[in-house]
């Protein structure tokens, strides 16, 4: 996973192939102080500790804790980006475009619990450079899925709608998701995901809702 916005230190250029795993393993850890603690509580001596590194060995891979709480925004965004575009590229369905973007973002919160959450809890710490390209990044996102639910509309796949507001819906879906699951197992990702799915495509009141298959869907 290629992580951007930040720029290797001399300590990180010379790392092996294993410098990026490392560096990942050092943003979950501190996601999960970030959460415990709190944003300001959590300090590099801290996170050294957790990590099991000396802290000048923290600095040759994060130079400041803001910069470790960027890369928790990096960390996830950079991979929904590239999935998202994949499936404009393919043309996929708006309704399996919201299957795929849920089940990712479960993901996110299973494999790295509280990754997601830490950093909408701790965002607004940012420096405005960092939050600028924050908010780039969710606009890609954002339009891409857009994208996905434009093309079904003037295909009459489905009826008009107004794609910013379905966007910001189904992103609100899954950062609750991160509160009312933040202790989800992987092996309940695919049935919570399908539920989700279920609720935001047929809505509550929908006669045949829990008859409908994510697979059903192209």
């Known amino acids: 996973m290629t992580l951007r916005g930040t720029t290797p230190t001399p300590g990180a250029a010379r790392e092996k192939s294993n410098g990026q795993p490392r560096r990942a393993e050092i943003v979950q850890l501190a996601s999960q102080l970030f959460r415990d603690m709190g944003y300001h509580s959590?300090?590099?001596?801290?996170?050294?500790?957790?990590?099991?590194?000396?802290k000048p060995t923290l600095y040759h891979y994060f130079r400041s804790k803001e910069e470790i709480l960027f890369n928790i925004h990096l960390l996830y965004i950079n991979p929904l980006i590239e999935s998202q575009r994949a499936r404009v590229e393919r043309g996929a369905s708006s309704s399996r475009v919201v299957y795929e973007v849920i089940l990712e973002?479960?993901?996110?919160?299973?494999?790295?619990?509280?990754?997601?959450?830490?950093?909408?809890d701790h965002q607004r710490e940012l420096g405005t450079d960092r939050r600028q390209e924050m908010k780039e990044n969710r606009r890609i996102y954002r339009r891409l899925v857009e994208e996905s639910f434009q093309r079904d509309i003037e295909r009459?796949?489905?009826?008009?709608?107004?794609?910013?507001?379905?966007?910001?819906?189904?992103?609100?879906?899954?950062?609750?998701?991160?509160?009312?699951?933040?202790?989800?197992?992987?092996?309940?990702?695919?049935?919570?995901a399908t539920r989700l799915w279920r609720l935001f495509v047929?809505?509550?009141?929908?006669?045949?809702?829990?008859?409908?298959?994510?697979?059903?869907?192209?």
Not at 42 to 54: F, S
Not at 109 to 116: D, N, Q, R, V
């Open 156 to 192: 009459g796949v489905i009826p008009p709608c107004d794609t910013r507001t379905v966007a910001f819906s189904l992103f609100g879906t899954c950062n609750w998701a991160s509160r009312a699951h933040p202790r989800l197992a992987a092996d309940d990702v695919d049935e919570l």
């Open 42 to 54: 959590a300090t590099m001596d801290k996170i050294a500790e957790i990590a099991g590194i000396a």
């Open 105 to 120: 973002h479960l993901h996110v919160i299973a494999e790295s619990p509280g990754t997601l959450q830490s950093f909408i």
């Open 202 to 218: 047929f809505g509550t009141s929908g006669a045949h809702r829990n008859e409908m298959d994510p697979d059903d869907f192209d």
